[in-house]
Antibody, heavy 117, light 108 residues
Framework: QVQLQQWGAGLLKPSETLSLTCNVYGGSFSGGYWSWIRQPPGKGLQWIGEVSPDGNTDYYPSLKNRVTISVDTSKNQFSLKLSSLTAADTAVYYC???????????WGQGTLVTVSS | SSELTQPPSVSVSPGQTASITCSGDSLANQYSYWYQHKPGQAPLLVIYKDSERPSGIPERISGSSSGTTVTLTISGVQTEDEADYYCQSADSIGSYVIFGGGSRLTVL
């Protein structure tokens, strides 16, 4: 049974960089789609980006200039970095395992990240 | 940019049928996916590739597609079905993933 466990700082200041990591337990890490998705308070889900089985990354257009998703297969983990934070980046951030390049089969527990001075 | 449009809210009585629509140009050539999201929980995939059900999802939950509109149908609605439902797909050329704004299903 694959499990995703994520961690990272929950309170950041404007202009800082968000850094979250997601560990994959109980299953193969190679060959999967791994993504990050967020939900601002009171709003809907927003796809941030993903890494595909061949190691390529795709990002949501409006976040592309600030986002980096990376993988460490030796540790069965993948990470998210989002730079130049503003209050608009306050959200619950989820790591996720893809069913395919669009669908999400499994989600992490979510991390509330608050951006405030 | 590509968008998916859902009604903000849908209300039904227990035992009735709820239909939630999702519209967007990219749905004409991209698969749709649906998630059920309850407060304090991670979203749950209930439909993938327009009409397929993951294991464990009851048959009373179904999906369909017609042109640029997809529909999630929940038959025999139960109080436990009360949640936010999100459709998901991709932009027309398949370079990024998009979500609809979400629909809150209220069971009266």
């Amino acid at each position: 049974q694959v499990q995703l466990q994520q961690w990272g700082a929950g309170l950041l200041k404007p202009s800082e960089t968000l850094s979250l990591t997601c560990n994959v337990y109980g299953g193969s890490f190679s060959g999967g789609y791994w993504s990050w998705i967020r939900q601002p308070p009171g709003k809907g889900l927003q796809w941030i980006g993903e890494v595909s089985p061949d190691g390529n990354t795709d990002y949501y257009p409006s976040l592309k200039n600030r986002v980096t998703i990376s993988v460490d297969t030796s540790k069965n983990q993948f990470s998210l970095k989002l730079s130049s934070l503003t209050a608009a980046d306050t959200a619950v951030y989820y790591c996720a395992r893809g069913l395919d390049w669009i669908g999400v089969l499994q989600w992490g527990q979510g991390t509330l990240v608050t951006v405030s001075s | 940019s590509s968008e998916l449009t859902q009604p903000p809210s849908v209300s039904v009585s227990p035992g009735q049928t709820a239909s939630i629509t999702c519209s967007g140009d990219s749905l004409a050539n991209q698969y749709s996916y649906w998630y059920q999201h309850k407060p304090g929980q991670a979203p749950l995939l209930v439909i993938y590739k327009d009409s397929e059900r993951p294991s464990g999802i009851p048959e009373r939950i179904s999906g369909s597609s017609s042109g640029t509109t997809v529909t999630l149908t929940i038959s025999g609605v139960q109080t436990e079905d009360e949640a936010d439902y999100y459709c998901q797909s991709a932009d027309s050329i398949g370079s990024y993933v998009i979500f609809g704004g979400g629909s809150r299903l209220t069971v009266l």
